[in-house]
């Protein structure tokens, strides 16, 4: 007998689900705009350089921690807990149920992406608040966008502790 999944199984598979969605947008929009932005600076530089100061596996872990976990935590609340919803019953109102809440995961999304202050993570930042907004309307869980949001940060992190 096959046994079905609980919730917490559930929404660990929908979040897996909606990351590997993000990493394929977001990687699709980046390739897309690679001829436009080939010689400017890359969007994590500051990051980066954070990074490249970094002593100690203290000081690490708890960059990684902030950027992995408290980070998506606050943003998600913000972003997909507050504007999102406000922003939905607003535009529902005008435009209508799926009209409204279509345009209220793209400019909260797209805030998203504006929040970051990187002019060339706009489009690859704002793809993934999109993905976000889809993620947290699809499960209304906001469990899933933080798990999600926490995988892209920690992976970003990951990716250029070791390999950048």
Do not use: C
């Not at 809440?101 to 909260?108: E, K």
């Amino acid at each position: 007998a096959r046994v079905a999944p609980g919730p917490a199984g559930r929404a660990l598979a929908t979040g897996l689900g909606f990351f590997a969605l993000a990493f394929t947008a977001v990687l699709a929009v980046s390739v897309a705009l690679s001829p436009f932005l080939h010689a400017a600076e890359p969007p994590q530089k500051e990051l980066m350089d954070l990074l490249s100061r970094m002593r100690g596996p203290l000081a690490v872990g708890l960059l990684f921690l902030t950027v992995a976990v408290v980070a998506p935590v606050f943003e998600e609340l913000l972003f997909r807990g507050l504007l999102l919803p406000w922003l939905g019953e607003r535009l529902e109102a005008r435009l209508g149920r799926r009209s409204g809440w279509l345009l209220a995961v793209a400019v909260s999304g797209l805030l998203f992406g504006a929040m970051h202050l990187q002019p060339l993570g706009l489009p690859t930042l704002g793809t993934l608040g999109i993905v976000l907004g889809f993620a947290f309307l699809r499960t209304g869980n906001l469990l899933t966008s933080i798990l999600v949001h926490g995988l892209w940060n920690g992976g970003i992190f990951l990716f250029m502790r070791f390999f950048a």
